[in-house]
């Protein structure tokens, strides 16, 4: 029977500045087939610009009306703009994010499909150019992702975390701006999550 896997996500899942027009979900979903011919099928669910909330209720209709085997859930980095210089609030508090994780996975869990969450990548907060309002710092992703870490550990949803190995990296060479992969960017987070479904026995 044919499986069919799923990408909840934002503008990085939908595969923005890859240069092949494919991002790294088509480019997991290439090397999936080629290794486990004709055993799975693919859809993309991202959508640009989503954050937690946009997730929340957006993507539950379409999610429901399909029938998934694996979901795939990569979202965050939407959730933490603020203004440049300033140590205000975010656009989305703790307790905000918390509650809209907690309401996008009961419905995902619902579908007994088998959930994956990945981290949010690192920024590079030096690619924001002086005139830039808004801006992601390194520091609120690494709150985030151990709060959304904790949520998947409560909840018992497998969490990949990846964001220690990426910030090691030269992450000039891996993105075409902040906050985006560029081609070779996305080629490394298809390998890196096909490598981990597979050591976790999901494939």
């Not at 979900?25 to 693919?42: D, N, S």
């Not at 998947?152 to 949803?157: A, N, P, V, Y």
């Not at 990296?169 to 996305?186: F, I, V, W």
Request: a positive charge.
């Amino acid at each position: 029977m044919v499986k069919l896997i799923g990408l909840v996500g934002d503008s990085i899942g939908h595969g923005y500045y890859d240069s092949e027009d494919l991002g790294w979900f088509a480019r997991l979903g290439k090397m999936i087939q080629q290794q486990y011919p004709a055993k799975y099928m693919f859809n993309n669910l991202s959508q640009s610009g989503d954050n937690i909330a946009d997730a929340a209720f957006r993507v539950v209709p379409e999610v429901l009306s399909r029938h998934f085997d694996i979901l795939i859930v990569s979202l965050g980095v939407n959730d933490l703009r603020r203004r440049k210089n300033s140590n205000l609030a975010l656009d989305f508090s703790e307790g905000a994010r918390y509650m809209y994780w907690q309401r996008l996975l009961d419905k995902l869990t619902q579908t007994g499909a088998q959930i994956i969450v990945t981290d949010i990548l690192p920024v590079v907060e030096k690619r924001y150019l002086p005139t830039a309002e808004l801006i992601r710092r390194n520091e609120d992703v690494e709150r985030y992702n151990n709060q959304i870490c904790r949520i998947c550990f409560e909840r018992k949803i497998k969490f990949f975390s990846r964001y220690q190995q990426w910030h090691s990296r030269s992450l000039e060479k891996l993105y075409m701006d902040a906050t985006h992969p560029n081609t070779q960017g996305h080629q490394l987070v298809a390998d890196e999550i096909f490598h981990y479904l597979q050591k976790e026995k999901i494939l």
